[in-house]
């Protein structure tokens, strides 16, 4: 089956730095998976994130590294790629740049050519699947964090993204807001990668995880059991989250993870 995304040795160095922000990753996410991206700080989670819509590298090489749904991502079909995948920003602020929330979820839609009463209906419904319906004439830097973060996920989906990239989907939300965003995420289709520090977020949504670290994968495998493996978790400044305290790797909770 064709790979959601399939990264091949990809390595990165930003200008002027001594060492390289990724290292020779290769990994694959299946349609449909739901994959964590965890690490400490400057992992090199983000700069992952920026090459699967080829917002980096700033200049490519000769062979592709990175597919998208069987595309490689190369100049010559970025627009391809970005109608594929959707990033959503670690800061809403980022991501909102109209007077009004229609013509923020319009904007990606807009620029694939729908207009008119479909572009409408298309905003209506991306609203109400974020849970924000009627929000059409409202200002967006006048909403909530949250509801910020959730007017930003409403532009990603009118795209009709195969593939959902997150940097830090819950960062700076309330444990409600939290709680909300995790089950509007969880209703999604499609694959989805998400970087975290959240790591309830990752028990909760990721069957799956992907350990960075010095911008290398260090261990990828079931989330539960990364997890619960201290000596692993120290060692890249990531910590046990609570709620696996009480949860055996072959327990009630991971049987859940699996169906
Ligand atoms: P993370 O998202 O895991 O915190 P980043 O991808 O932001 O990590 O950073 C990876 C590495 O690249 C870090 O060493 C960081 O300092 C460096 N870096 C990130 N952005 C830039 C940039 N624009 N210019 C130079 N170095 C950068």
């Given at each position: 089956m064709r790979a959601a995304v399939e990264i091949k040795e990809l390595s990165y160095r930003f200008p002027?730095?001594?060492?390289?922000?990724?290292?020779?990753l290769s990994f694959r996410v299946e349609p449909g998976e739901c994959v964590a991206i965890l690490g400490p700080n400057g992992a090199g989670k983000s700069t992952l994130l920026l090459h699967l819509n080829g917002l980096l590298p700033e200049k490519f090489g000769d062979a592709p590294q990175l597919w998208i749904d069987g595309e490689p991502v190369t100049p010559a079909n970025l627009a391809q790629i970005r109608r594929k995948v959707g990033l959503l920003f670690q800061d809403p602020e980022d991501q909102l740049i109209s007077a009004t929330v229609f013509e923020d979820v319009a904007f990606g839609p807009c620029q694939l050519g729908i207009d008119g009463p479909s572009l409408e209906s298309l905003v209506k419904d991306c609203l109400e699947r974020v849970g924000l319906?009627?929000?059409?004439?409202?200002?967006?830097?006048?909403?909530?964090h949250g509801e910020k973060r959730r007017v930003c996920l409403a532009g990603v989906l009118a795209c009709e993204p195969a593939v959902l990239v997150l940097d830090?989907?819950?960062?700076?939300?309330d444990p409600r807001g939290r709680r909300e965003f995790k089950a509007l995420l969880q209703r999604l289709p499609g694959a989805k990668l998400m970087a975290t520090h959240d790591l309830e977020l990752a028990v909760d949504l990721c069957p799956r995880s992907l350990i960075l670290d010095g911008g290398k994968l260090v261990a990828q495998g079931d989330t539960l059991q990364l997890l619960a493996d201290e000596k692993l978790m120290l060692a890249h400044g990531l910590e046990r989250p609570?709620?696996?305290?009480?949860?055996?790797?072959?327990?009630p909770a991971y049987q859940l993870h699996r169906l």
């Open positions: 002027g730095r001594p060492t390289p922000a990724l290292d020779r319906p009627g929000f059409e004439a409202r200002e967006p830097h006048r909403l909530s830090e989907p819950t960062s700076d939300l609570h709620s696996l305290l009480h949860r055996h790797p072959h327990g």
